[in-house]
Nanobody, 123 residues
């Protein structure tokens, strides 16, 4: 069982940067694939980025602007976001799982989810 707690969300202006953090409780954090998803009102939850043993993966919409990283000694995964735009406004969720890599961009690939943190980008 893994519990995930996100933090770092807030209200920023377009062009600003923000770093989200997600702390995991429980054992074997290093064995989990970690990911970030986001969900805007009226829209399905969408993949943002993933960190797996096979590498890191990004949605096309954030490639080059967002960076996912993890610190296994702190049981923490980060999402560094730069050059934010109003289109990035959403609730951001941290996720953990052990599903095969071909599910890395799918919500079904992650068994554990955080409660989400709101990111709002004003124009």
């Amino acid at each position: 069982q893994v519990q995930l707690v996100e933090s770092g969300g807030g209200l920023v202006q377009a062009g600003d940067s923000l770093r989200l953090s997600c702390v995991a409780s429980g054992d074997a954090f290093s064995t989990y694939a970690m990911a970030w998803f986001r969900q805007a009102p009226g829209v399905e939850r969408e993949f943002v980025a993933a960190d797996r043993s096979s590498g890191t993966y990004y949605a096309e919409s954030v490639e080059g602007r967002f960076t996912i990283s993890r610190d296994n000694s702190k049981n923490t995964v980060y999402l560094q976001m730069s050059n934010l735009s109003p289109e990035d406004t959403a609730v951001y969720y941290c996720a953990a799982g052990t599903a095969p890599v071909w599910l890395r961009r799918r919500t079904e690939g992650y068994a554990y989810w955080g409660q989400g943190t709101q990111v709002t980008v004003s124009s």
